[in-house]
């Protein structure tokens, strides 16, 4: 079993022999808004999807790719959204799946909360209609059991 790091340096030396064996128009097949499909790539390569992430030669590489596809015009350029956002870090809200599963339940409870509401109004009207119609049998004598 090889260890992390020959497994990485294996995938590094895959991706560049991959990547001296395409011409421009392989890479224009497998470009996918405005960049390398990466799930293609790593099919190709012969490495998983997350390598070409957490590998930090290997993403250092597949950016170096990117840039000189840029520079031949076989990629469009990069547009000054995409370049702020790549040099910023991402920011991760770790509340975001609690906050939209809270959301949810809150709408939930709403929605719930009107329905009983209307029962409520419905139950009521209906006691006040029994509730005139034994005060009327009352005062004529007639009491229901």
């Not at 590094?12 to 996918?32: G, H, L, N, Y």
């Not at 293609?40 to 840039?67: D, H, I, T, W, Y």
């Amino acid at each position: 079993m090889a260890s992390g790091q020959q497994l990485a340096q294996k995938n590094v030396d895959a991706f560049q022999s991959w990547a001296a064996s395409m011409s421009d128009d392989d890479f224009r097949q497998i470009t996918f808004r405005g960049q390398l499909n990466r799930g293609e790539v790593a099919k190709l390569v012969g490495c998983a999807k997350s390598a070409l992430r957490q590998n930090p030669r290997l993403a250092s590489m597949m950016a170096e790719l990117e840039n000189s596809l840029r520079d031949r015009g076989v990629l469009p350029a990069l547009t000054e959204q995409a370049k702020d956002a790549a040099s910023k870090p991402q920011q991760h809200d770790q509340n975001a799946r609690k906050q939209a599963q809270d959301a949810n339940r809150v709408a939930k409870l709403e929605q719930e909360n009107m329905e009983l509401k209307a029962k409520n109004r419905a139950l009521e009207d209906q006691l006040k209609r029994f509730a005139e119609l034994s005060e009327a049998l009352g005062q004529y004598g007639v009491l229901p059991r």
